[in-house]
């Protein structure tokens, strides 16, 4: 039986990813770093998982003898791009410059009109999440989830499965109760390696991913409903031999 959808937020929930870089360069550009990431660049540095993460990886590429000399004053300057980023990118959905992907919010109601149990897992700040669906949702969205997952409770970035065991274990479900929705192989590794079947909804940075570890592909959720979920849900469980899922 299935009893919990886990959404990832960024590219999952809503397609983040170009605000975000826009965010990032608006910050480098107030610091006059001298960075620019554009598309390319961007796709590439997706493979690390957290914004600080990303801009440190990046950091080590382009200025790793200071990083040397002065660990600690790179980390000032990291956690300083990360705040005016953050600003920039909470103002840019404040504006309407960034929306629920399409099928998203339509799913949301339908699951909690079935009774179903909804969470997030994701490895982004608070207040990322908190920007988005304040906005798509409305004042009262974290009413709409038993529970919450992100970067201030699961410092171990995904591919690891933290975040989604946390979830697991907040809503006290077997894995094999729940689907969870991601975009990036990253995400897919760490909801699979929590024992999660996953629906995966690429975006134009991670359609290059390998998804064959995914319950199913789609462009988006605009043609997915519960009962198509607990459909897909059934046969999944029962290719792979989980009389749990069906129980």
């Not at 309407?96 to 149990?117: D, K, M, T, Y």
Request: glycine content about 6%; charged content about 20%.
């Amino acid at each position: 039986m299935l009893n919990a959808l886990i959404f990832d937020v960024d590219g999952t929930l809503a397609d983040t990813e170009s605000a975000h870089r826009a965010a990032f360069n608006y910050a480098f550009e107030e610091l006059d770093l001298g960075w620019r990431w554009d598309d390319a660049l961007y796709t590439q540095l997706l493979e690390i998982s957290g914004g600080k993460e990303r801009v440190r990886h990046y950091w080590s590429q382009v200025n790793g003898g200071i990083q040397a000399i002065d660990a600690n004053a790179v980390q000032i300057t990291i956690d300083r791009i990360h705040e005016l980023k953050t600003a920039h990118y909470e103002a840019t959905v404040n504006d309407g410059g960034v929306s629920l992907r399409p099928g998203v919010l339509r799913l949301i109601e339908e699951a909690l009109s079935q009774n179903l149990r909804l969470a997030i897992a994701t490895t982004t700040s608070p207040v990322n999440i908190a920007a988005l669906l304040r906005k798509a949702i409305g004042p009262d969205w974290r009413h709409s989830f038993a529970a919450v997952g992100d970067a201030s409770s699961a410092p171990i970035k995904k591919p690891h499965p933290q975040v989604y065991l946390q979830m697991l274990e907040a809503l006290q479900l077997d894995a094999r109760k729940c689907i969870a929705f991601e975009d990036s192989s990253n995400g897919l590794q760490s909801a699979t390696a929590a024992g999660l079947a996953t629906v995966i909804t690429p975006t134009k940075y991670t359609r290059h991913h390998d998804f064959s570890a995914a319950m199913k592909l789609v462009d988006d959720l605009s043609g997915v409903d519960v009962a198509q979920l607990k459909r897909w849900h059934e046969e999944y469980g029962a290719a792979h031999g989980e009389r749990g899922s069906s129980s």
